[in-house]
């Protein structure tokens, strides 16, 4: 797994035990659905106010979120021989509100963050109740195999 990390924003550190973390997350991604561990995904790390004029640009909405995907997959066209699945940007800042809000720690709020991430990019969404319901599960079972658990 190759991860080109660019962090844009100063206002939080990440340690390089959490990005193992990460990292860990994205190659069960890949594993769980049967990937192997040969690609390339960028992630970006932002601030509440570079992610909502990312939010504006690309989405038309013009408010924070935590994390943006921006899959090189066209429509679920997805060939496994391309090995740059695509960007992950995230709101650190959003992230930590999302963990003191949801009362557990900024690490496992990461965490589902860069998994939600990686299953956009290989082509899953929540546009209706079932792919939420499809996606969740995938979600739950990758973070349930790494031991990482709501607090």
């Given at each position: 797994m190759n991860i080109e990390l660019d962090n844009r924003q100063d206002k939080i550190d990440i340690d390089g035990e959490l990005l193992q973390k990460l990292e860990s997350v994205?190659?069960?991604?890949?594993?769980?659905?049967?990937?192997?561990?040969?690609?390339?995904?960028?992630?970006?790390?932002?601030?509440?106010?570079?992610?909502?004029?990312?939010?504006?640009?690309?989405?038309?909405?013009?408010?924070?979120?935590?994390?943006?995907?921006?899959?090189?997959?066209?429509?679920?066209?997805?060939?496994?021989?391309?090995?740059?699945?695509?960007?992950?940007?995230?709101?650190?800042?959003?992230?930590?509100?999302?963990?003191?809000?949801?009362?557990?720690?900024?690490?496992?709020?990461?965490?589902?963050?860069v998994c939600h991430s990686m299953f956009h990019l290989m082509g899953y969404d929540h546009d209706n109740e079932e792919n939420t319901k499809i996606m969740r599960s995938k979600e739950e079972d990758v973070l349930g195999k790494l031991g990482i658990k709501r607090d």
């Open positions: 994205m190659e069960k991604c890949l594993e769980y659905e049967g990937w192997d561990r040969d690609y390339e995904v960028s992630m970006v790390f932002v601030d509440n106010a570079q992610i909502r004029e990312l939010n504006s640009d690309f989405r038309n909405i013009d408010r924070e979120t935590d994390v943006l995907s921006f899959p090189l997959v066209e429509d679920g066209e997805f060939q496994l021989e391309e090995k740059l699945l695509g960007d992950i940007v995230i709101s650190l800042e959003k992230a930590l509100e999302q963990s003191l809000e949801y009362g557990h720690s900024f690490e496992r709020e990461m965490a589902f963050l």
